[in-house]
Each structure stands twice: as C-alpha cells, then as structure tokens.
C-alpha cells in the first residue's frame, strides 16, 4: 500500500469561530440547491402554465441555469483567491436569491429562461470560495470531514426546495412560491458579510506570487488526475441533475393513482406526496453519504491516497444501479424510498473527491481549481443532463407515450454513472504520484 503524503499548508487562524463559518457557508450552499432544485418539483404546474415541452423543461433545469454558471465562475473564483473570499460569497447569496424571487414574475419561456440565468450567475460566486475558505480554515487532517459537512447543504436545501415547493405549490401556487424560496438568502448573505472574515489565503506572506489565470489553467490541464476527478464528478452530476429534473414529472405519469392515494391519507396533493418523499429520502441519503463519504477520506485517505478517487468511483457504480431501481420498480413508495440509497451513494464523492482536487491544484490555486471542476460539473452535468434525459423523453414519447418515453430517457442517460466510475477509477493509479509532486515531498 502506498503511503498518504499529508498536505503541507498549516491552517490559517482568524477571528471568529471556525464551526459558525462551516454552519453559515454550509446553510448559503444549502441555499444554493434550493434555489436551484425547486424548480425541478414545480415543472409539471411550469409546464401547463407556460406550455413547455420536455426539452424546455430541461433547458430551465440545467442549461440556462449554467449558460454563465459555469461561465462566471472562473473569473469569480479567480478573483475570490486574489481578494476577501467573505464579500464575494456574501455578495452571491443576495444576487442569487433576488433572481430566485423574481423567477416567479416569468410569463413565458424566454423570460423564464433569462432569469435563471440570473439565478446561475449568483450561484457561481458561493461554491468554490466557500469551498477554498474552508480548507485554509481547517487542519489537513480535518479538511475532508469539513468539506463533506459543507456538502450537507446540498441534500438537505435541495430536500427543503422539493418539500416546501411541493407543499407551497398547492396553497399559494408556483408563482408565489418561488418568491417565498428567495427570501431566506437575503438574510444569510447578510449574516455572511456582517458575522464573518477571511483569515487570509494559505501561505500569502511566503513572497510566492500568484500565477497568472493562463499559467494556472495550463497547470490544471497538465494534471490528468485532476481532470478525470473533475469529469467523473460531472458525468455524475449528469445522473443526479438529469433524473432529479424530471423525478417530479415521472411519479405524476406512471404513479398518479397511488400517489393520489397516499396523499388521502395523509391530507397532500400527489405533488407534495412527491415533494415529502424526495425531499427526506433524500435528504437522509445524501447528508449520510456526505458524512460517510468525508470521514471515510479522512480516514482511509491519510493511509493511502488512492482512496481520494476509489471513495468516489463505488459510489458513482452503486449509485447508478439504485438509480436503475428507482426508475423501474413499479412501486411508487418503494421507488421513493430507494432514492435514499442513490442518493447515500452519489454523495460519497463530495469530502475526498473535493479535498483531491484541492490538493491537486496547490495552495495558491484552490477556488480556481474547483471553479474549473464547476465549468466541468455545469457544462457537463447541468447542462447537459436535463436536456438531453428531456430530447430522449421527447423522442420516444411517440412511440412508449409520455411516462414509459421519460422513464427510457432517464434509463438511457444513467449510462453516464458507469462512465464516472471508470474515471474515478483510472484516477486512482495516478493520484498518489501527481499529490507528492504537487506538494513537493
């Protein structure tokens, strides 16, 4: 077994408590999937409002959502390692969340569309300084347990987003709700500029002068394990995003009547049925697998590095055949109740495959680099994995109808967790020997 080579890069100090940061950045990230997951459980009352196909359903789930996403995150990471990382969060969570509230103004496609795009940009500034904040705020062997906390944020936004969306959606209607879904950012991003401070960069007062955006780019590009982490983590995004953007329109297809049933008992609508069962299912899951997944790093991956990238590859392969159950068992209770182990799965990635990328990228480079990771991860899985899942569903609507055509379109694209798996893997074999050249011992 190969030996860890533990991160050299002390922690900086700064005022202020180091939990309360993790607590406010994780509740921002949180935030983050809310605000873009929501609109994942109001697409069937989108789409009858402002008569949308599939395709464009997915265009507002993903595409627009990282048409300057993934575009405007480089040059704000880039700037978030040069400057108070504090401000540029801060700023991101009250822009985000303004466009948030204003997507309920939409009257059509086009309007919609924009506004997301809106929704993107904000969202483009709070990840990776977040992320980069983190790591210099705590200890190496305690960064990927903290980063896989921060991760938290993501099951658990997105499950209060498919929850309250779906609950509001039948009390005040989808326009309103999405203006109810951006007020909680408007505090946090105060809270966030008014409670914290950036302790500074990692080692800013060495004399090492930053490199330029080209010569870190070219750096990045020359690491292939940094490159087949970062599409690994994307094509399973694409699995997430791609059958998350349509999990709402596939139960009110192919399981109506049972939903409809269960709502009886339990006093909901079909879509806050929905909304509850994604929505701690998946909370469950995936905040489980973050804590798993990141104490797993820390753990496995001081012994031996290679468990930064293997960590990441099962869960990209065992999430992919819970996500093949999920979408064909003919149950709709039992398929929401599997999405807790997809999504316990496909969250084992965030601590150690985080924390990889980092290490990979240096100390002067991090926000940068997992910036480029988020080009990767919208461009890729955000992107393209609602899009396409929703031109498959279009496609074989015709023949299968509009239920069985989304659930073989969903099938189809679950081909990309495989893929990711295989890249993890082939991550593997190289990490060890590309960290100990990054960090020089």
């Given at each position: 077994?190969?030996?860890?080579?533990?991160?050299?890069?002390?922690?900086?100090?700064?005022?202020?408590?180091?939990?309360?940061?993790?607590?406010?950045?994780?509740?921002?990230?949180?935030?983050?999937?809310?605000?873009?997951?929501?609109?994942?459980?109001?697409?069937?009352?989108?789409?009858?409002?402002?008569?949308?196909?599939?395709?464009?359903?997915?265009?507002?789930?993903?595409?627009?959502?990282?048409?300057?996403?993934?575009?405007?995150?480089?040059?704000?990471?880039?700037?978030?390692?040069?400057?108070?990382?504090?401000?540029?969060?801060?700023?991101?969570?009250?822009?985000?969340?303004?466009?948030?509230?204003?997507?309920?103004?939409?009257?059509?496609?086009?309007?919609?569309?924009?506004?997301?795009?809106?929704?993107?940009?904000?969202?483009?500034?709070?990840?990776?300084?977040?992320?980069?904040?983190?790591?210099?705020?705590?200890?190496?062997?305690?960064?990927?347990?903290?980063?896989?906390?921060?991760?938290?944020?993501?099951?658990?936004?997105?499950?209060?987003?498919?929850?309250?969306?779906?609950?509001?959606?039948?009390?005040?209607?989808?326009?309103?709700?999405?203006?109810?879904?951006?007020?909680?950012?408007?505090?946090?991003?105060?809270?966030?500029?008014?409670?914290?401070?950036?302790?500074?960069?990692?080692?800013?007062?060495?004399?090492?002068?930053?490199?330029?955006?080209?010569?870190?780019?070219?750096?990045?590009?020359?690491?292939?394990?940094?490159?087949?982490?970062?599409?690994?983590?994307?094509?399973?995004?694409?699995?997430?995003?791609?059958?998350?953007?349509?999990?709402?329109?596939?139960?009110?297809?192919?399981?109506?009547?049972?939903?409809a049933q269960i709502g009886a008992a339990i006093g909901q609508r079909p879509l806050g049925v929905i909304g509850l069962g994604l929505g701690l299912f998946g909370a469950a899951g995936g905040a489980l697998g973050a804590l798993v997944g990141g104490r797993m790093g820390d753990r496995a991956g001081t012994r031996d590095?290679?468990?930064?990238?293997?960590?990441?590859?099962?869960?990209?392969?065992?999430?992919?055949?819970?996500?093949?159950?999920?979408?064909?068992?003919?149950?709709?209770?039992?398929?929401?109740?599997?999405?807790?182990?997809?999504?316990?799965?496909?969250?084992?990635?965030?601590?150690?495959?985080?924390?990889?990328?980092?290490?990979?990228?240096?100390?002067?480079?991090?926000?940068?680099?997992?910036?480029?990771?988020?080009?990767?991860?919208?461009?890729?899985?955000?992107?393209?994995?609602?899009?396409?899942?929703?031109?498959?569903?279009?496609?074989?609507?015709?023949?299968?109808?509009?239920?069985?055509?989304?659930?073989?379109?969903?099938?189809?694209?679950?081909?990309?967790?495989?893929?990711?798996?295989?890249?993890?893997?082939?991550?593997?074999?190289?990490?060890?020997?590309?960290?100990?050249?990054?960090?020089?011992?």
């Open positions: 077994m190969e030996a860890a080579v533990p991160a050299s890069a002390p922690p900086r100090t700064g005022s202020g408590s180091a939990g309360w940061m993790l607590a406010l950045l994780t509740t921002g990230f949180g935030l983050n999937l809310l605000d873009r997951q929501i609109v994942n459980i109001l697409a069937e009352p989108i789409k009858r409002d402002l008569h949308l196909a599939d395709w464009q359903l997915g265009a507002l789930s993903g595409l627009s959502f990282a048409l300057l996403y993934s575009v405007a995150a480089l040059p704000i990471a880039r700037f978030a390692d040069r400057s108070n990382r504090v401000r540029v969060i801060g700023a991101a969570i009250l822009v985000w969340s303004v466009f948030t509230a204003a997507t309920g103004l939409a009257a059509n496609f086009i309007q919609m569309l924009l506004l997301r795009v809106g929704v993107g940009v904000g969202e483009a500034g709070g990840a990776p300084p977040s992320q980069s904040l983190i790591a210099d705020r705590f200890p190496p062997h305690k960064r990927s347990g903290a980063l896989a906390v921060f991760a938290i944020g993501a099951p658990v936004g997105a499950a209060v987003g498919l929850i309250g969306g779906g609950m509001l959606e039948g009390l005040i209607g989808w326009r309103w709700t999405m203006a109810c879904a951006g007020i909680p950012g408007v505090v946090i991003g105060a809270l966030v500029l008014l409670t914290l401070r950036d302790p500074g960069h990692a080692t800013p007062s060495d004399g090492h002068v930053p490199p330029s955006l080209k010569a870190t780019l070219a750096m990045l590009a020359a690491r292939r394990t940094f490159l087949l982490i970062a599409l690994g983590s994307a094509l399973m995004s694409f699995c997430n995003y791609g059958t998350m953007a349509f999990a709402g329109s596939y139960y009110l297809r192919n399981h109506a009547a049972e939903l590095l290679r468990a930064l990238a293997m960590i990441p590859a099962s869960g990209s392969i065992l999430g992919t055949i819970a996500y093949v159950a999920m979408f064909t068992v003919p149950s709709a209770a039992a398929s929401l109740a599997i999405f807790a182990i997809a999504a316990f799965f496909t969250s084992l990635w965030y601590g150690p495959g985080t924390l990889a990328m980092q290490r990979l990228a240096g100390a002067h480079a991090k926000a940068t680099a997992l910036a480029v990771a988020l080009f990767l991860n919208s461009a890729v899985g955000l992107s393209l994995g609602p899009l396409l899942m929703g031109a498959a569903s279009d496609a074989l609507a015709p023949s299968l109808g509009t239920g069985e055509g989304l659930r073989a379109g969903i099938l189809i694209g679950l081909i990309a967790g495989l893929v990711s798996a295989l890249l993890f893997w082939l991550a593997s074999r190289r990490i060890v020997r590309e960290i100990t050249h990054v960090e020089g011992v």
